[in-house]
């Protein structure tokens, strides 16, 4: 089914709809060309598709669209790839249609194996679109999928709650069970809403199979029949061909665990599919990191006088071994967090190894007596619960957390201690998160995708999957006259030029008169708050337009503006590299026109990026490991920035890099010079 574009304002306008929802136009004023399923209501008529040529069919019987040049390359590659078990790795350019040729491919090899999707993404707007194309598919051949999300997103009974966002999802599962335990016993107590889940679940199959709803649409489906949505979704996944979930659900040992039970799968009948995969090996990292501060410490010690300070090994009470342990990361902080300075690096074993002298333990003795806390600190959260305290025990909390320290490895963690005005905190940072994604590697056949994933080889490596692993580049379908990208050369953000005297009023200069002379929806990037908020006042002072800012920390204050924004076409919003705003938001048609990204946006030297730099030069060569800590992500989120501009074939749009330093990477960034980047502007929009 071909998506259309109006001919009147050339905005993407939904298969079926009656008029373009941003003009207004009829639909007899309209162009059809194939793009995505958008915004596609229940009640509407389908209208019939277009044939496609058998030759094509018989590539890809799961492609529901007429091609695109290139879109049967990748289907073929995808699949050619999957039947010999390998992982294909690609970047895909704006246009090319990554999520349908991900699931055309990997449908046609999982169908024939008798596999199960799973269909990682990071935002749930990623998610939606999963659905809006399994819908798509669902019109040439009988396929099913179903979003996940977590139980504090989909339990209605939760939502209830007072505070439900700052209950953890230890406690929140322990609720649920203890409600759903009532519930099966017959007493009152229960859960409403899982209550129903049985005698509605072929009714909410039923649902999910014929209109392949969004994960907000299918909560709300669940709800006004008063379902659990999540109970439901544990009991429908079996026998889903895709299952579509946050990368969560596949870092996390314990989530995939249950997952996979719930899904009746292992690893020998799961086919991966990665959205965004530049975002995966930071999530892991993320997700393998922890801390230990000394809040944590203190509301233990509090918690503790409600509990009779109970012994955790021999003749030691657990008040003294956390209060000597608060004074050790007191002294670790005093001794080595110099003037000036807000953390500093620590021996892998420090803290165990005061600890053990202190009260003359070995390894096995300390672990026992972190274990016992955690044993004190289960049957204190059961105790909070049967109270109504929906809250885990601190001292649970500080348990797991310490057993974590001392069974961290070297070479994959580096361990700092850090202060702020909350305080000193123990940090270990996860630099190698190969155990975290160990599952992924030991997949047969995995499809990892992303419009900004060069170089490939480096994803490759640091995911550490096989050498036999496929690595693909598409590029985009789009005319490249409709884009130009270039830089200037009398302007840069590195951080001993702008203390020369001028540099941040020349970058000003720059931002200022770009957004005077061109008048389109402009967004401004830049490679920190800090920037942003020193320039504002000579922005704000100068610039013609309505302005808008993200505010740090106040994402509703930001999406409000946002909203603001994109009703207009000559605003200007002002935003900074790596975020939402820059990566993943669409902004189509005359939405957004025209970039300005000031800087290289290089992430700030910290010992964790140290740390891994020194990590890769060693597996990988000396000087490698700059480029994979800090080249590369500089120059993919230029790339993400920039990749807002062109999104359908009648998007044209230009970007500015007020950096000289662009230079090094004008190749891969496809920029050129300008030494009147202003000119160059107004005669790129000319020419529309």
């Not at 009147?8 to 399923?37: F, M």
């Not at 003359?360 to 109270?387: F, P």
């Not at 050129?672 to 502007?681: E, F, H, L, N, T």
Request: with cysteine; glycine share 6%; charged share 25%.
């Amino acid at each position: 089914m071909p998506s259309l574009f109006c001919m009147r304002c050339k905005s993407l306008t939904p298969p079926d709809s009656v008029r373009c929802r941003v003009c207004g136009a009829p639909i007899g004023e309209v162009e059809g060309k194939q793009h995505c399923l958008t915004d596609i209501t229940f009640s509407e008529k389908k209208e019939e598709k277009k044939i496609i040529l058998p030759k094509d069919r018989l590539a890809a019987p799961y492609f529901p669209y007429e091609p695109r040049e290139s879109q049967m390359d990748i289907v073929k590659d995808i699949t050619v790839t999957l039947a010999s078990s390998d992982h294909i790795v690609m970047e895909s350019g704006t246009g090319t249609g990554k999520t349908i040729c991900a699931l055309a491919g990997a449908l046609h090899h999982a169908k024939m194996k008798g596999k199960k999707i799973i269909y990682l993404t990071r935002t749930i707007s990623q998610s939606d679109q999963v659905m809006k194309e399994l819908r798509a598919i669902s019109e040439i051949k009988q396929i099913s999928g179903m979003t996940l999300t977590g139980r504090k997103k989909a339990c209605p009974l939760l939502r209830t709650m007072a505070g439900y966002e700052d209950i953890p999802p230890h406690v929140l599962a322990n609720l649920c069970e203890e409600k759903k335990a009532k519930s099966l016993a017959g007493g009152g107590g229960g859960c409403k809403y899982y209550d129903r889940v049985k005698s509605f679940v072929t009714r909410v199959d039923s649902f999910c199979r014929e209109k392949f709803p969004t994960s907000d649409e299918l909560d709300g489906f669940c709800e006004s029949s008063n379902v659990c949505p999540y109970e439901v979704k544990k009991m429908l996944i079996q026998g889903m061909d895709v299952i579509v979930a946050p990368y969560v659900h596949i870092l996390s040992e314990d989530i995939r665990s249950n997952l996979l039970a719930h899904m009746k799968c292992d690893d020998e009948n799961i086919l991966l599919i990665v959205d965004e995969a530049h975002n995966l090996i930071p999530a892991a990292r993320e997700q393998g990191s922890f801390s230990i501060s000394i809040k944590d410490l203190d509301a233990a010690m509090e918690e503790l006088t409600s509990l009779k300070d109970p012994f955790i090994f021999k003749e030691i009470k657990a008040g003294e071994f956390v209060g000597f342990l608060r004074a050790v990361i007191k002294s670790i902080a005093n001794e080595k967090i110099t003037l000036g300075k807000s953390e500093a690096l620590i021996d892998h074993d420090h803290v165990e190894s005061v600890l053990k002298k202190k009260y003359s333990m070995n390894s096995a003795d300390m672990l026992s007596a972190v274990n016992k806390m955690i044993d004190i600190g289960e049957t204190r959260t059961e105790y909070l619960l049967d109270q109504g305290v929906h809250k885990l025990s601190e001292l649970f909390i500080l348990g797991v957390s310490m057993k974590d320290w001392i069974s961290s490895d070297e070479g994959q963690f580096i361990k700092t201690i850090r202060a702020d005005k909350d305080g000193e905190v123990l940090c270990a940072s996860c630099i190698d998160p190969s155990d975290i994604t160990m599952f992924i590697r030991s997949l047969k056949g995995s499809v990892h995708m992303s419009g900004t994933l060069q170089p490939l080889d480096q994803y490759v490596r640091t995911m550490g999957l096989p050498k036999t692993t496929a690595m693909r580049v598409y590029p985009t379908p789009f005319p490249p006259e409709n884009r130009s990208v270039i830089y200037v050369n009398d302007v840069t953000t590195k951080y001993e030029d702008l203390k020369r005297e001028g540099m941040t009023e020349r970058i000003a200069r720059h931002i200022v008169t770009l957004c005077n002379a061109i008048q389109k929806n402009t967004l401004v990037f830049f490679p920190s708050y800090g920037m942003m908020a020193k320039m504002r006042p000579m922005l704000e002072r100068s610039i013609d337009k309505r302005m808008y800012w993200e505010e740090s920390g106040h994402q509703r204050k930001t999406m409000n503006s946002l909203d603001q924004f994109r009703k207009g076409r000559d605003g200007v919003f002002f935003t900074v590299m790596g975020g939402s705003i820059a990566e993943g938001i669409d902004f189509p048609g005359d939405e957004l026109s025209f970039a300005i990204i000031v800087g290289i946006p290089y992430p700030p030297p910290t010992l964790e990026s140290k740390a891994m730099t020194d990590l890769f030069d060693k597996k990988y060569g000396t000087g490698l490991g700059w480029a994979y800590v800090s080249e590369v992500p500089a120059v993919r989120k230029i790339k993400q920035a920039a990749g807002r501009l062109i999104r359908t074939e009648t998007d044209r749009g230009m970007a500015v890099i007020l950096d000289s330093r662009a230079s090094r990477y004008a190749t891969q960034l496809d920029a050129k010079p300008s030494k009147d980047p202003v000119g160059d502007a107004v005669r790129f929009f000319s020419n529309e």
